[in-house]
């Protein structure tokens, strides 16, 4: 399940925030960290993971760094001055921390 989070997770980065009119320096920022989510995902240790290389212990610890760094982006010029990209930024912020306490860390490790 934590997998298709990751792979919508990634999708919302990606696409939303052009729907937004955000900057384009703002979009591709949000495009460089969907990217990176999405290759987290493709490569860790979870039923939908195409290659299992990254233990989810360590996928949860680069969960917890990427959240602290998208609630950080809040103070973003790009995103600050534009409420409806505020929004969207703190909606995923509370989404992925949602995610992050909801998953089952132990039980997706023996996949």
């Keep these: 399940m934590h997998g298709m ?14 729907m937004l009119g ?3 320096k703002t979009v591709w920022l949000y495009r460089g960290i969907a990217v990176e989510v999405f290759l987290y995902g493709a490569l860790s240790k979870h039923p939908l993971a195409p290659v299992r290389l990254i233990p989810m212990n360590a996928h949860k610890l680069i ?4 959240l602290s760094g998208l609630t950080l982006l809040s103070g973003y010029k790009g995103i600050r001055k ?11 912020v509370v989404m992925g921390i949602t995610t992050v306490l909801l998953t089952q860390w132990r039980k997706q490790d023996s996949v």
């Design 5 to 18: 989070v990751d792979y919508t997770f990634a999708a919302a980065l990606f696409t939303v925030p052009r």
């Design 22 to 24: 955000c900057k384009p």
């Design 63 to 66: 969960d917890v760094v990427n």
């Design 82 to 92: 534009n409420s409806k990209a505020v929004a969207f930024n703190l909606g995923m």
